[in-house]
């Protein structure tokens, strides 16, 4: 897929107030830090659509991104972060549940994991949320440009072998590089594909 046009739409907080759609949608989450918004830039190729910083918890809103006027990516505020207040991460999960439970038009979550780590509770747990909502996802393994390959495969493995504990079948899975540019078509080909079912 080429992307044509790339624009920033909205930022809320209440998923009521989110752009009224019927056009599909994809969402990325996972924990703070760990890629979302540098993947949404390197995705549709602008390097400021999205706000990045290497400092956790920089993402805080719902943010709507209009791709060729065809279909919505959704930039999330991560999870995970250990400095965050219980309030603000019981804040963070009623405005996700929120968004996950009521957004109509979302075909599939991408769930970033930091290809670099052992499986991680938080990222379990966030995708057990999942299954229990019905939330179709898929997942990205994010910053594969900081170690080997066979490290990344090593990761992806272990992380399969960890869901397969509870899951009787692995969603997709997709290995990333923003600083590289790499799996870019991947996902915008899934996206593609998706689109328009
Ligand atoms: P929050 O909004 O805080 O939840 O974070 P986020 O998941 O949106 O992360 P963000 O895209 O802001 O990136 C966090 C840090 O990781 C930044 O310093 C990025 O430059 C860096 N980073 C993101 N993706 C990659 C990657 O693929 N490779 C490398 N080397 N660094 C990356
Ligand atoms: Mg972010």
Redesign the pocket.
């Known amino acids: 897929m080429i992307i044509k046009d790339a624009r920033f739409i909205a930022s809320n907080t209440q998923v009521d107030k989110c752009p009224e759609t019927e056009l599909p949608e994809y969402a990325f989450i996972?924990?703070?830090?760990?890629?979302?918004?540098?993947?949404?830039?390197?995705l549709t190729n602008r390097n400021k659509l999205?706000?990045?910083?290497?400092?956790?918890?920089?993402?805080?809103l719902i943010n709507h991104f209009l791709i060729n006027e065809s279909w919505y990516l959704v930039?999330l505020?991560?999870y995970g972060?250990a400095k965050v207040s219980k309030d603000s991460r019981e804040k963070w999960g009623k405005m996700i549940k929120a968004y996950l439970g009521r957004r109509k038009n979302l075909v599939c979550v991408f769930v970033?994991i930091d290809s670099r780590h052992e499986p991680q509770n938080a990222d379990l747990e966030f995708i057990e949320m999942l299954g229990t909502m019905e939330v179709p996802f898929v997942l990205v393994f994010?910053?594969?440009?900081?170690q080997s390959s066979v490290k990344t495969d090593q990761s992806m493995a272990a992380f399969g072998r960890k869901m397969r504990e509870t899951w009787d079948e692995l969603p997709m899975m997709f290995r990333?590089?923003?600083?590289?540019k790499a799996g870019r078509d991947e996902i915008l080909d899934f996206i593609e594909q998706t689109n328009n079912q």
């Not at 996972?30 to 830039?41: F, P």
């Not at 999205?50 to 805080?60: D, E, I, L, R, Y």
């Not at 990333?176 to 590289?180: I, L, P, V």
Request: no cysteine.
């Open positions: 996972g924990r703070s830090n760990v890629g979302k918004s540098s993947l949404i830039n390197m999205a706000k990045t910083s290497s400092f956790p918890g920089k993402t805080q930039d505020p991560g972060w970033l994010t910053k594969t440009d900081k990333t590089s923003s600083a590289e």
